[in-house]
DNA sequence: ACGTACATCGTACAGTGTACGGAGTACTGG
DNA sequence: CCAGTACTCCGTACACTGTACGATGTACGT
């Protein structure tokens, strides 16, 4: 399975998962063969139930044919394979987020309110942010999230490339974030150490390692950030510097935008 | 080996072995038995270039060790696992970034210059990006890095939390940039289709499936951010998009840090 | 010369995704 | 009613992964 992405065998395939396109198209919905006993969405949904409760990692086929409660290779009767699947999780996910009208806001507001929708989901499914979408799902749930966030950048002068690379780079920045936060807590979890349990256990040998004089800089800040802000609040620091940095980017440029045209 | 997280057993082992700290502090150099037939450094050198020639994914206790012409069980004498071993590489690289000095240099060139230095590294490592730094490996490598890259940071009136904060948002937006590069890449190799042929092969079917009416601004503008940036170029356009609007977030973070003190 | 600490490495195991082929089932055309 | 056929279901098997374990031989300290 190398590298966990989609697309084998018939390219056309996993689209028409996606948007659950019969394979006949137009023809009466012929059905030879016994009835399934499953369907792709039951499939779709005991994956991210497990994904959600044990981390992207414990999703594998076996595990996931017992809790639709077929035998492994029945799953590729519905899904042509796991990276497939992986694509149904996101899309499902994606197709689930709230989209509440904003238009009425301030773009500053809509834009952060797009920032925050994301960062809940992946507070909902760490494992969302760890699936590669080198060329993306483009399934209903992806083309739905994308339609209306692009409407947060409604008004602002942005000509269409420029709205998409700045809906981009956002989206961009709150996946990393997640990621980040995804990763710590898997290593959390299957090293069973917590952050200061680990800097209680490296933390000496690393002082007697770090000379102050050869790093005098990141001696003196890594230690202020690693004091000032442990753990959680140290991912909270960076979501909230990182987002108030990238509005007041996009704030320069929609002012530059605004004086030209 | 769960998360290819590090830190199996003996916490301390890693970095010990990142500062390549003799396992007898002060006692002399004691050797017993057979002398070694490699070295740690000549391991993680054999990885590294085979990273690099053919992505993370083939990097395998086997196939390296068959490079340093030992068995594979041998490696684990010199590292304790695969973890350890892919943190050791990422602090190899960092090692030999280039550290330019940059104090003559206006405050967005040098911050400018810490981003493009770190684009060479993946551009030459795509690998690098991959590999997860939750609970970065602090090693020698590392360190110098964080050392240089913070001095571009200099004078700009930051506070040290501010200041790491800051060059962490960069050097997320580059990393993911690289990641999702590093994974277009993989996706393409292991897919056998360039991304023309992908759309090629599924424009038709998603034309018939995305109606224009349903997502008419997704509709527009992926097609124009498609048309006008295919495949690389549209790399390229995120990458200049995403640094000028961080700079000139921190430009006016910078601007107020003035004005206040 | 002997004991000991060490490097080397063959074998084995539990796990992964999935290719293949067989068995059984529900529909179709004759 | 009876083939033929398309379909679901699934047991087995294969190549692959990281690595635990234990055997073997080597170079040193005494």
Redesign the interface.
């Known amino acids: 399975m ?2 966990d ?1 989609s ?2 065998g018939d ?2 395939r996993t ?2 998962l996606l ?1 659950r ?1 019969p394979a006949d198209p137009g023809g009466p919905a012929r059905r030879r063969g016994p009835r399934p006993r499953s369907s792709v969405d039951a499939v779709v949904d005991a994956a991210i139930r497990l994904a959600d409760a044990e ?1 992207l ?1 414990a999703v594998g086929m076996r595990r996931v044919a017992e809790l639709v409660d077929v035998a492994a290779m029945t799953l590729y009767t519905y899904v042509p394979g796991k990276a497939e699947l992986l694509d149904l999780m996101l899309d499902a996910v994606y197709a689930r987020m709230p989209r509440r009208d904003a238009a009425h806001l301030p773009w500053r507001d809509r834009v952060a309110a797009v920032a925050q929708d994301n960062r809940d989901l992946y507070a909902q499914h760490p494992w969302a942010a760890g699936i ?4 993306p799902p ?1 399934g209903p749930g992806q ?2 999230k ?2 209306h966030e ?2 947060a950048f409604d008004g602002l002068g942005l ?8 809906l ?2 956002l989206l ?2 709150v ?3 997640a ?2 936060a995804a ?2 807590l ?2 959390q ?3 069973g ?1 917590s ?1 200061e349990q ?1 800097w209680a ?2 933390g000496p ?2 002082a007697r ?2 000379d102050p004089d ?5 001696a ?3 230690t ?2 690693g004091q ?2 442990r753990g959680a609040v140290n991912a909270e ?2 979501w909230s ?2 987002l ?10 929609v002012a530059r935008a605004g004086a030209d045209g």
């Open positions: 190398p590298g992405r697309s084998a390219p056309d689209l028409a948007w396109v981390g990692a590669s979408t080198a060329r483009l083309m739905a994308y339609e692009l409407r000509d269409d490339v420029d709205r998409d690379a700045a981009t780079l961009t920045f996946r990393a974030h990621r980040d990763e710590a898997g290593g979890r299957d090293s150490l952050d680990w256990r490296n040998l690393l390692v770090l050869a790093y005098p800089t990141a003196r800040v890594g202020a950030a000032a802000n620091h960076a510097f990182g108030a940095t990238l509005l007041d980017g996009l704030s320069v440029r």
